[in-house]
């Protein structure tokens, strides 16, 4: 299937001429990795729609058939290939209020911002861009998006393949990737209780929820970091925010015991040097008996 990288025109008149569809920005995200959407690089996108991938990405040329409904936001299974939707499940009427806690629960609705093709002039009348400074940005930035969609669509035909790369900052996790992500989580639960009265709240609280998981595939990779004292602190802080937010019951599961822990202290004599092994565990075991 041809793919196309190129801004679609469609003439209005002999005179005029009225850009129509989706296009290709070329802004990146700090590294040079992946773009990130500031206003400078809405500004030089011409077109009605917003998509979100890496240099080189394509646009198929069908795309232009759903931008033509005027819908706010298209899904896109991309690389995904794990959804759950209910049996007899209708979306004919394309309105996102309704369903979004169900597209949440399937996986169509997820943090990733390259599963979505967003109307541009939601974002820029909405103000909706990546924070600045911030790595795993697109958890934020979907949980504001929401708020602001009233109807969409699915592309189910898979136009764009996503890979980490062996140098992206999603596959060397270092202590930045923890803290952003906290800190991004912290303001997601903020922004449940700010709106509880929403109507879509049962998928936001699903939606952040969801990607509390994420934090805990951080942590496991930062047990000999060298800030693992301040991690574990700020970790155990947040834990006790959202076990309020959500019940106890609910996030034991998604979030590591001090007793897991202390387990995996074995596993740290073999990767530390022998004469500092007694004082790391030490340290260790004296912040988890707290």
Request: aromatic content about 16%; glycine content about 6%; proline content about 5%.
């Given at each position: 299937?041809?793919?196309?990288?190129?801004?679609?025109?469609?003439y209005?008149s002999?005179?005029?001429r009225?850009?129509?569809?989706?296009?290709?920005p070329?802004?990146?995200?700090?590294g040079?990795?992946?773009?990130?959407?500031?206003l400078?690089?809405?500004?030089?996108?011409l077109?009605?729609?917003?998509?979100f991938?890496?240099?080189?990405?394509?646009?198929l040329?069908d795309?232009?058939?759903?931008?033509?409904?005027k819908?706010?936001l298209i899904?896109?299974?991309?690389?995904?290939?794990?959804?759950?939707?209910?049996?007899g499940?209708?979306?004919?009427?394309n309105?996102f209020?309704?369903?979004?806690?169900?597209?949440?629960?399937?996986?169509y609705?997820?943090?990733?911002?390259w599963?979505?093709?967003?109307?541009?002039?939601?974002?820029?009348?909405?103000?909706?861009f990546?924070?600045?400074?911030y790595?795993?940005?697109?958890?934020?930035?979907?949980l504001?998006?929401?708020?602001?969609?009233?109807t969409?669509?699915?592309?189910?035909?898979?136009?764009?393949?996503?890979?980490v790369l062996?140098?992206?900052i999603s596959?060397?996790?270092?202590?930045?990737?923890?803290?952003?992500?906290?800190a991004?989580?912290?303001?997601?639960v903020?922004?449940?209780v700010?709106?509880?009265?929403?109507p879509?709240?049962?998928?936001?609280?699903?939606?952040?929820?969801?990607?509390i998981?994420?934090?805990?595939?951080?942590?496991?990779?930062?047990?000999f970091?060298k800030?693992?004292?301040?991690?574990?602190?700020?970790?155990?802080?947040?834990?006790?925010?959202?076990r309020?937010?959500?019940?106890a019951?609910?996030?034991?599961?998604?979030?590591?015991?001090?007793?897991?822990?202390?387990?995996?202290?074995?596993?740290?004599?073999?990767?530390?040097?022998?004469m500092?092994?007694?004082?790391?565990?030490?340290?260790?075991?004296?912040?988890?008996?707290?």
């Amino acid at each position: 299937m041809r793919r196309i990288c190129r801004q679609i025109s469609a003439y209005k008149s002999d005179s005029s001429r009225k850009r129509r569809a989706v296009g290709c920005p070329q802004r990146r995200y700090p590294g040079g990795k992946r773009r990130l959407p500031n206003l400078f690089g809405q500004r030089r996108l011409l077109g009605r729609y917003q998509p979100f991938k890496k240099r080189g990405g394509g646009i198929l040329f069908d795309l232009q058939q759903l931008a033509d409904k005027k819908v706010d936001l298209i899904l896109h299974p991309s690389s995904l290939n794990y959804h759950v939707i209910p049996k007899g499940a209708d979306f004919s009427d394309n309105d996102f209020v309704r369903h979004f806690e169900t597209l949440v629960e399937g996986r169509y609705y997820i943090a990733n911002a390259w599963t979505k093709i967003v109307r541009r002039e939601i974002i820029i009348k909405n103000n909706l861009f990546f924070p600045k400074g911030y790595i795993h940005e697109d958890f934020p930035y979907s949980l504001q998006l929401a708020r602001f969609i009233k109807t969409f669509a699915f592309y189910d035909n898979p136009f764009y393949q996503y890979r980490v790369l062996g140098n992206s900052i999603s596959h060397n996790i270092k202590y930045k990737n923890f803290s952003d992500m906290l800190a991004h989580l912290d303001r997601g639960v903020d922004f449940l209780v700010e709106n509880k009265n929403s109507p879509i709240y049962g998928g936001l609280q699903k939606f952040v929820f969801d990607n509390i998981g994420y934090l805990r595939s951080i942590l496991v990779r930062l047990y000999f970091s060298k800030n693992i004292i301040v991690i574990y602190r700020k970790y155990f802080s947040f834990k006790e925010k959202c076990r309020k937010i959500f019940g106890a019951k609910a996030i034991r599961p998604v979030f590591i015991g001090k007793t897991a822990f202390i387990i995996g202290l074995p596993i740290l004599r073999l990767l530390v040097p022998p004469m500092l092994y007694p004082a790391i565990k030490a340290v260790y075991q004296k912040f988890f008996s707290e």
